[in-house]
């Protein structure tokens, strides 16, 4: 059994000053941490003054740079290594999930996962295998691991919107469209977005995007949702 490990890293809270009345998780890339996707949280919490937003560091260093944290090891990127290392940091990421849960008086469903990289394959992984449906997850340049697992594996089926440049040359945009291939043909609710001439990152447009998204989620604002 993995250890469990208590996370923590930059938090803000509603910036209605009022109660959260839902929670916005950010995983971070290979190689980052918290405060990476911190500076996402002030263009979110415009648009969802009631959201609190929490962006944990990631519980182990970076074993290919001197710098930098991980959710996993891609020292080696074989399928198995890659799906063990989500296997084994998705028991760290829900016990913050329900921590932060617990904590602010929330339920799954008020819940959403914002993953970028390395952060939006766990934030799959992690959600489908959850008991209880999370509102959803905001996936930018991640991949769906081991998704031939899926069905046999998924217990819950959240919203998905995915965002991947069409230049990344980290996470190649293959990855992308495997990933709807397999939830479109499950009939998952999935949204996806491609953005032409981006690299590995998040563009003013896929931000939007994510705003949106969330919006819709949670029910605030013009959110909404357009499959492509």
Request: glycine share 10%; proline share 7%.
């Amino acid at each position: 059994m993995a250890e469990i490990i208590e996370l923590s890293g930059p938090e803000q809270a509603p910036a209605s000053g009022k109660k959260a009345s839902k929670l916005v998780i950010l995983l971070h890339g290979l190689g980052a941490n918290g405060d990476d996707l911190y500076g996402l949280v002030p263009h979110f919490a415009k648009a969802m003054p009631d959201v609190h937003f929490s962006c944990p560091n990631a519980p182990y260093p970076c074993d290919m740079a001197p710098y930098g944290l991980q959710w996993f090891s891609l020292m080696d990127r074989s399928e198995e290594k890659i799906l063990e290392g989500v296997k084994n940091a998705a028991p760290i990421l829900n016990q913050f999930i329900d921590s932060k849960k617990q904590e602010l008086g929330l339920e799954d469903e008020d819940v959403a996962l914002l993953g970028f990289s390395q952060g939006t394959m766990l934030s799959l992984y992690a959600a489908f295998r959850r008991e209880r449906p999370l509102a959803g997850v905001l996936g930018y340049s991640g991949a769906l691991v081991a998704p031939h697992l899926l069905k046999d594996e998924m217990k819950s089926a959240p919203d998905i919107c995915l965002v991947h440049g069409e230049d990344d040359d980290i996470v190649p945009f293959e990855a992308f469209k495997d990933a709807m291939s397999v939830l479109q043909t499950m009939q998952l609710p999935v949204a996806g977005y491609s953005r032409e001439g981006l690299g590995h990152g998040i563009d003013p447009a896929g931000l939007q995007i994510g705003i949106d998204f969330l919006q819709g989620l949670f029910g605030v604002g013009q959110g909404k949702v357009v499959n492509l």
